[in-house]
């Protein structure tokens, strides 16, 4: 027993130690080069932070990964990362691991010039064709209630890069305050290993506890008030990472409800992000403009300060991993009903907190002739948004 789990514990240990070492050297690095958030508008800080607390994430990434192989030849342990899948062939696990570096990199340079959505999203694309020519794709998805197999063929590789990109950027979306992305990244890299080690994915599961001590060494940094943003070269990365996760815990052959666990793990995110799309595609703005209506800044609406409303979401969020445990250790009907009241309840409460209504209304001003974006500071927003809720009811 004490061979299984020595492997685990030490990757969790050594990269929560390398990010603990790691964050203050990356403080300074975001210092020097000027990679700064000032207060703002839409920020919530109220003094400069650093952004670049991604680098931190990043080496203890790579660090608990070359631990694990040092380790295990040293003392015999078994390879974590060399699993073979169900037709024999192993992952190219260099090639995914580019793949991160690569959508690092992305943020990175985002952190230091701020690049355009569109460039971005190419930095995104590029390390997710290169992680999933390393093997990481699913070819089949099985029915749970037939057992029938549709083979993906062709659409395997845009399926998974899509799956991945949109992962990566849901949690991007939801990295809005002091310690939110972080903690809940760690909540979700604890119940992939779960999940992970309960299906025999080793390669999965030595990963998951690779980025879960990596966010929670940061979290030490990162919590409020928090000394370092993890920026975009951190939310990229763990969300890519946590995606490419998801894809290794179920290998290339998945069931249908393999693949929903790890959205249900990453429920918070996805709610936020789908509201997101919705509220403004209601309001006819701009996929990509951002507003102040997110869970976070609803919450705090409500009257919760930051760390309230950062443990509320992360209690939320324990809700939906201990849910997703559940369902991979039930037959089909009642998971099926589990995730439909994990969803269920969580669009409730998104509704609660009006998620969907919008937070930028156009307003025709008189005085210059021109259509305006308003938000709720502005004295217009109030008439707009009555006519707008009038109009536009959201049932």
């Not at 990566?168 to 890299?189: E, H, P």
């Not at 976070?296 to 939320?316: C, D, K, P, S």
Request: glycine share 10%; net charge neutral; aromatic share 10%.
């Amino acid at each position: 027993m004490a061979r299984w789990w020595a492997p685990f514990i030490t990757l969790f240990v050594c990269s929560m130690v390398i990010a603990l070492l790691a964050t203050p050297l990356a403080r300074r690095i975001a210092w020097k080069v000027g990679a700064v958030d000032k207060p703002g508008a839409r920020r919530i800080n109220r003094h400069p932070i650093p952004r670049m607390g991604g680098i931190a994430i990043f080496l203890a990434i790579l660090g608990g990964i070359l631990v694990e192989g040092l380790l295990g030849k040293a003392f015999g342990w078994p390879h974590l990362l060399v699993e073979e899948g169900p037709f024999g062939n192993r992952y190219d696990y260099p090639r995914i691991g580019l793949g991160f570096f690569i959508v690092f990199l992305t943020g990175l340079i985002d952190d230091l010039v701020t690049l355009s959505p569109k460039q971005k999203l190419l930095g995104q694309i590029l390390g997710t064709c290169v992680t999933v020519s390393g093997g990481l794709a699913i070819d089949v998805i099985v029915n749970p209630l037939s057992n029938d197999g549709i083979n993906l063929g062709w659409f395997t590789y845009p399926i998974t890069v899509i799956y991945l990109v949109a992962y990566t950027n849901i949690f991007n979306l939801i990295d809005g305050l002091d310690g939110l992305a972080a903690g809940i990244a760690c909540i979700a890299s604890v119940t992939m290993w779960v999940v992970s080690t309960m299906a025999g994915h080793l390669d999965a599961a030595a990963l998951s506890l690779v980025l879960a001590g990596a966010t929670l060494g940061f979290l030490r940094y990162n919590f409020n008030p928090a000394s370092i943003f993890m920026g975009d070269s951190g939310s990229l990365l763990i969300g890519f990472v946590l995606g490419s996760i998801s894809l290794m815990s179920v290998q290339r052959i998945a069931g249908l409800t393999s693949i929903i666990i790890p959205l249900v793990i990453a429920g918070i995110p996805i709610i936020d992000t789908f509201s997101a799309i919705v509220r403004r595609g209601r309001a006819h703005v701009s996929i990509g403009q951002a507003d102040k209506g997110h869970i976070h800044h609803r919450l705090m609406e409500e009257g919760f300060n930051q760390r309230q409303t950062v443990l509320f979401i992360y209690a939320w969020t324990t809700v939906l991993c201990m849910g997703s445990i559940l369902m991979t250790q039930v037959t089909v009907v009642p998971r099926i009903v589990i995730f439909c009241i994990l969803i269920a309840s969580s669009i409730i409460f998104a509704m609660r907190l009006h998620l969907f209504q919008p937070v930028l209304l156009h307003h025709y001003n008189p005085e210059t002739g021109a259509d305006e974006l308003v938000a709720p500071q502005d004295p217009a927003f109030a008439e707009e948004a009555q006519k707008f809720e009038d109009e536009h009811p959201l049932f």
